[in-house]
């Protein structure tokens, strides 16, 4: 079992930066991908970005590509994301996800550990 905790969400305005830690506990994190979903008021759950358990492979999805950059400090057992540029519709609840042994990331990874997630809110 992996438990994750994700902070660091919060109140920013457009254009504005932020970056949101998942801190996870209870296994070797080191040996688990990672990855950040979204899911804003009414709509569906989104794939934004995930991290094989070495780092050197990263996945993005189109809309945040080019502004948002995920990362891991495995001495840590910490996931990041860093979202810049932020626009009114990356607002939504951030979660963070773990999927145990993949080094090769996608979007269609079926991740079995989730946080509770963190509410990030871009001001228009």
């Known amino acids: 079992q992996v438990q994750l905790v994700e902070s660091g969400g919060g109140l920013v305005q457009t254009g504005g930066s932020l970056r949101v830690s998942c801190a996870a506990s209870g296994r070797t994190f080191r040996n688990y991908a990672a990855g950040w979903f979204r899911q804003a008021p009414g709509k569906e759950h989104e794939f934004v970005a995930a991290?094989?358990?070495?780092?050197?492979?990263?996945d993005y999805a189109d809309s945040v590509k080019d502004r948002f950059t995920i990362s891991r400090d495995n001495a840590k057992n910490t996931v990041y994301l860093q979202m810049n540029s932020l626009k009114p519709e990356d607002t939504a609840v951030y979660y963070c996800?773990?999927?145990?042994?993949?080094?090769?990331?996608?979007?269609?990874?079926?991740?079995?550990?989730w946080g509770q997630g963190t509410q990030v809110t871009v001001s228009s």
């Open positions: 991290i094989g358990w070495s780092g050197d492979s990263t």
């Open positions: 996800a773990a999927k145990y042994g993949l080094r090769r990331v996608s979007s269609g990874i079926p991740f079995d550990y």
